[in-house]
């Protein structure tokens, strides 16, 4: 079965961009893998108690964490729900201190971490907050050093990474990466994505990250993909994602493969797209049976949970979760 699926050579793909990118030029991208893939199908789980888009996401074990986003009638949410992988049941979790939507969220050590996100009057947000395993409420951490919204967040090892989206000024890509250390509380700067854009996937794999597709005001829906390396503070372009969208999310498997997930656009994308960094290639996956954007995304194990988001473009919302189990992708490695 596995090899059906990795047959592409592998792309060391590089970008000249400016001083924080490599220069060299890469290949053609292999074309991606669409045929199908045995076993994978994905399983409706119960719907969260609360219908939302624009949502923040993060997991810390087999509890996820559902924060913030807009309601039916493009009120602004304080909700936190928390879904429990292991007994497909959900909980009301303590309200984030203030309602925000298009928050950026990520977990280390157990702890999540809410970054962000719009404000009722559409300001970008520069609070942050963290709940604990058990803690009864969100405490504050350092503002992030400017507002910013409709970004994607990671964490490798106790750095959290808040790249692209919208910064203080409205309408303003955000050109640099905010960097949270989650010990000592404090933030710094490093060089933002090459392509610069909001409403884009991140996820983080093989100890980087990666930003996925997105979009601008000017340019519509993107598809572009780039990884960053800590260890160099570098950036390297990846091949593009397959279907250029916005208002998607992405989510890291435990082989170490990139998915992207959703999206919108004239409408709302169903397509679900895997990027193996071994072969540097794109392969298809069975699309989402509910198709949404401004959606959670993440995966416990090997499978891949969706979160609530809208299911047709603009303000809309659903209370929709689902999960599809890449077990046959091959197995997540020990430990």
């Not at 942050?128 to 409420?137: E, I, K, W």
């Amino acid at each position: 079965m596995r090899s059906r699926l990795f047959t592409a050579a592998l792309l060391l793909g590089v970008m000249g961009c400016s001083a924080a990118c490599s220069t060299e030029r890469e290949p053609a991208p292999p074309a991606p893998d669409t045929s199908p893939l045995p076993g994978v199908t994905w399983n409706r789980l119960p719907d969260a108690p609360s219908s939302r888009t624009e949502v923040a996401v993060a997991v810390t074990g087999t509890r996820v964490v559902v924060a913030g986003g807009y309601q039916a009638d493009g009120g602004t949410l304080t909700t936190v729900e928390i879904f429990d992988t292991a007994t497909s049941a959900w909980s009301a979790g303590p309200p984030l201190p203030l309602g925000v939507n298009h928050a950026m969220a990520a977990a280390v050590d157990g702890t999540v971490y809410v970054f962000g996100g719009y404000l009722a009057d559409g300001s970008p947000s520069a609070a942050a907050f963290r709940l604990g395993p058990s803690d009864a409420r969100w405490q504050s951490v350092a503002d992030l050093p400017e507002g910013r919204a409709a970004g994607a967040a990671a964490a490798i090892g106790p750095l959290v990474y808040v790249a692209a989206g919208i910064g203080p000024g409205k309408d303003t890509l955000a050109g640099t990466m905010l960097v949270y250390d989650t010990r000592a509380g404090t933030w710094r700067t490093a060089p933002g994505p090459p392509t610069k854009r909001e409403h884009l996937g991140g996820a983080a794999a093989g100890g980087l990250l990666w930003t996925v597709a997105g979009r601008t005001a000017a340019g519509g829906n993107l598809a572009a993909v780039e990884s960053y390396d800590p260890a160099t503070g570098t950036w390297t372009k990846r091949p593009d994602l397959p279907t250029a969208r916005g208002g998607l999310a992405a989510a890291a498997t435990c082989h170490g493969w990139v998915v992207a997930v959703g999206g919108e656009g004239q409408h709302t994308f169903p397509e679900v797209e895997a990027f193996d960094p071994a072969t540097g290639s794109w392969h298809a996956l069975p699309p989402m049976p509910n198709p949404r954007h401004g959606l959670g995304v993440v995966t416990v194990g090997p499978v891949l949970y969706t979160l609530p988001g809208g299911p047709q473009p603009g303000l809309h919302v659903a209370p929709t979760t689902e999960s599809i189990d890449l077990s046959p992708l091959g197995p997540c490695p020990a430990g």
